[in-house]
């Protein structure tokens, strides 16, 4: 992908996206680092058996501690109905 950008600037070739903010921007260019992070972060706490949105022992068989399995219930009623 760097060689890709490189040789774009070489040649004069533009390929630049106006981003309303510079969150949006940084988000946009470091995409596949970011999700990757995030998915080794997501594996590594299901292995541990803890809650994968706030550290606590997660319920057995599930990726949720007892308080966000309920909500996630919630959720999921709240998401059938629409």
């Known amino acids: 992908m760097v060689f ?3 040789l774009q ?3 004069g070739e533009k390929n630049e996206v106006e981003y ?3 969150f949006l921007k940084f988000y946009h260019t ?3 680092r970011l999700l ?3 998915k080794s972060t997501y594996l590594d706490k299901k292995k541990q058996g803890v809650c994968v949105r ?3 022992k997660a319920l057995e068989g599930i ?3 007892e308080y966000h399995q309920q909500k996630q ?3 999921n009623k709240k998401a059938r109905i629409k």
């Open 54 to 56: 706030c550290g606590n």
């Open 30 to 32: 470091n995409k596949g």
């Open 73 to 75: 219930i919630g959720y």
């Open 20 to 22: 309303p903010n510079r």
């Open 9 to 11: 600037k070489l040649k």
């Open 63 to 65: 990726v949720f501690c």
């Open 4 to 6: 890709k950008q490189l």
């Open 36 to 38: 990757k992070e995030r």
